[in-house]
């Protein structure tokens, strides 16, 4: 099991940006495909992004691929959401997600993440 613990969360206005964080612990990170998840609420808890073990494939979905970058730095055991040009409708709490990396594609869906942090709330404000 990883431990993950979301931040740079916040209220920031329309047009703003913010970098969330998730720093990882507990078991080899670089073992870990990680994703990013949202969900506001009464809604399901959508996926936004994932990043494979080495870093070197991500895929952002498409809704949001032109604003959102997903990163990870495997020394400093941290996943890295980049989010740019935010409207309303990206208010949502935010979750970071791991899962064991076999190699076998994108991670899109929730059922694929065995471990989830507490999420970190984004209010985007018009």
């Known amino acids: 099991q990883v431990q993950l613990v979301e931040s740079g969360g916040g209220l920031v206005q329309a047009g703003g940006s913010l970098r969330l964080s998730c720093a990882a612990s507990g078991r080899t990170f670089s073992d870990y495909a990680m994703g990013w998840f949202r969900q506001a609420p009464g809604e399901e808890r959508a996926f936004v992004a994932t990043?494979?073990?080495?870093?070197?494939?991500?895929f952002v979905t498409h809704s949001l691929k032109d604003r959102f970058t997903i990163s990870r730095d495997n020394a400093k055991n941290t996943v890295y959401l980049q989010m740019n040009s935010l409207k309303p409708d990206d208010t949502a709490a935010y979750y970071c997600?791991?899962?064991?990396?076999?190699?076998?594609?994108?991670?899109?869906?929730?059922?694929?993440?065995?471990?989830w942090g507490q999420g970190t709330q984004v209010t985007v404000s018009s």
């Open positions: 990043i494979s073990r080495s870093g070197a494939l991500t």
């Open positions: 997600a791991a899962t064991i990396d076999y190699g076998l594609g994108y991670n899109l869906k929730v059922s694929d993440y065995s471990d």
